[in-house]
Each structure stands twice: as structure tokens, then as C-alpha cells.
């Protein structure tokens, strides 16, 4: 039921990895199509979403710095990377009959328009899927940021960053299984404490414009709907 709805408005993080499935490159499309369904149930919920995807699948800026190349033009690839994957989710989203829109903080009209806040809000307003892509346009930067960037200025009011596993814990728990998992914590929590759910830079943002950050299980079908309606299982990031 809509009152049980915990947002009416979030913003959906979803990294380059969560949509390689268990392939060890590139696009899994099945999985983009289940993301995709996850997206149609939430807004059957009578949520908005927006997405802001990653790039980690394909290219990370760091890996051409880290063999002695230039981190800017590696960065540059990184966000070229994320624009493949938004036009991935969007074609995953048009099969289902849901009207997506992809925006690039990095102008390629012949592909898909171009960022800005005003366009963005009227495309949301419209009922559309706003696909951000480009992370925000920058180098240095992660989507992770971009996610907490175009957060704030969509007005959601929640991050929903969709991970390998679900929730927060106090190491990788696939490498200790007996890490530690939250089931609450405070933005400055997750800042001093350095986990690694996401960089300083977008939790800090997160912080500053009071917006919670909810970490999930991606890979769970349905998931997304479930923790929407205030069941399942995540960490909430809040003050
Ligand atoms: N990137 C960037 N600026 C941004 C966002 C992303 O330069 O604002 C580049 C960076 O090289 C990064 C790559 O794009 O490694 C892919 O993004 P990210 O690593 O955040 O993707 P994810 O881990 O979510 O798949």
C-alpha cells in the first residue's frame, strides 16, 4: 500500500559490476533487464526513480593510471564507459514499455541529450526514467558522487545504492565472513569509521544535504520493491 512507502522520490545507484552479472566484463543482459523490472516494480509502487550508473564493468579511469598512463584520459574513458551502460538500462527499461531518458554530463547529442538540472527535472516531472550517465562530467571523481550530486539537485529523498551484498559491513564480508554488518549508522559513522560503501566525497554530500543513503543487495530479484516498502534487508545511512 502507498502509505507504506518510506520515499516517493530516489535516486537508484547502480554500479558498472552489478551489471556484469557473473560474466567478468561487459553487459549481462539479462541482469539488465532484471534491474530493470526492479525499476517497473518500484514505480509501480508509485515511486520515482532516477538511476545513476557506473562504468566499473567496462573501464575505471585508474586502471590507465595505474600503468603509468594519464589518470585524466583514463577518467575520460571511465565516463565514456557509463553512457554504454545507460543506453543499455534504458533499452532494458524500453522492453518493458517504461519511457527512459538518458542525460550525459558529457554532451554527445547524436546519442543522448545532455545534463542539466532543469531538463532532468522535467523529464522526472513527465514520469520519465532519468538515466544519468557521464558520473558528473569530471575527472576525479566516481558515480558514486555523481549519485549523491544529482541526488541533491532531483530533490530525492533517498540515495538507494545497490551493492554485492546487503548492507554495510565493517570489512568486505566476502573476504572475513565474520565482518561485522550495521543495520544503522550515522553519515560521520561511516566517514570516520572509513567504510568503504562509498568515497568521502559522496557520502559528504550526502551529509550536507540530509539525504540518507540506503545500501542494498542488487542481486536480490525484487529487492529494490521490498526495501521501498520498508522490509528487507539494508544499511540506512541517516542523522
Ligand atoms: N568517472 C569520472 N568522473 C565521474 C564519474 C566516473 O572520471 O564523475 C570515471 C572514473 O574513471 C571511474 C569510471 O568513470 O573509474 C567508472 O565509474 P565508477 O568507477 O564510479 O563506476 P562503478 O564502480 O560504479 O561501476
Do not use: W
Not at 162 to 169: A, F, K
Request: aromatic fraction near 4%.
Amino acid at each position: 500500500m502507498a502509505t507504506d512507502i518510506r520515499f516517493k522520490r530516489v535516486l537508484l545507484k547502480v554500479s558498472g559490476e552489478a551489471l556484469m552479472g557473473r560474466q567478468g566484463f561487459g553487459i549481462d543482459v539479462a541482469v539488465a533487464d532484471r534491474i530493470a523490472g526492479d525499476i517497473a516494480e518500484a514505480r509501480e509502487l508509485g515511486v520515482d526513480v532516477s538511476v545513476v550508473i557506473g562504468g566499473g564493468n567496462i573501464f575505471r579511469g585508474v586502471a590507465v593510471a595505474s600503468k603509468g598512463g594519464d589518470r585524466v584520459t583514463g577518467d575520460h574513458m571511465g565516463m565514456l564507459a557509463t553512457v554504454i551502460n545507460a543506453l543499455a538500462l534504458r533499452t532494458s527499461l524500453a522492453k518493458l514499455g517504461i519511457d527512459a531518458i538518458v542525460l550525459s554530463a558529457i554532451s554527445m547529442p547524436e546519442i543522448c541529450q545532455s545534463f542539466s538540472q532543469r531538463v532532468a527535472q522535467e523529464h522526472a516531472d513527465a514520469g520519465r526514467v532519468v538515466i544519468f550517465a557521464g558520473g558528473t562530467g569530471n575527472p576525479f571523481f566516481t558515480t558514486d558522487s555523481a549519485a549523491a550530486l544529482r541526488a541533491a539537485e532531483m530533490g530525492a529523498e533517498a540515495l538507494m545504492k545497490g551493492t554485492q551484498v546487503d548492507g554495510i559491513y565493517s570489512e568486505d564480508p566476502k573476504k572475513n565472513p565474520n565482518a561485522e554488518r550495521f543495520d544503522r549508522l550515522s553519515h560521520d559513522e561511516v566517514l570516520q569509521r572509513g567504510l568503504a560503501v562509498m568515497d568521502v566525497a559522496a557520502v559528504a554530500l550526502a551529509r550536507e544535504n540530509r539525504i540518507p543513503i540506503v545500501v542494498f543487495s542488487i542481486h536480490e530479484p525484487g529487492g529494490f520493491a521490498q526495501i521501498l516498502r520498508g522490509e528487507g534487508r539494508a544499511t540506512i545511512v541517516s542523522d
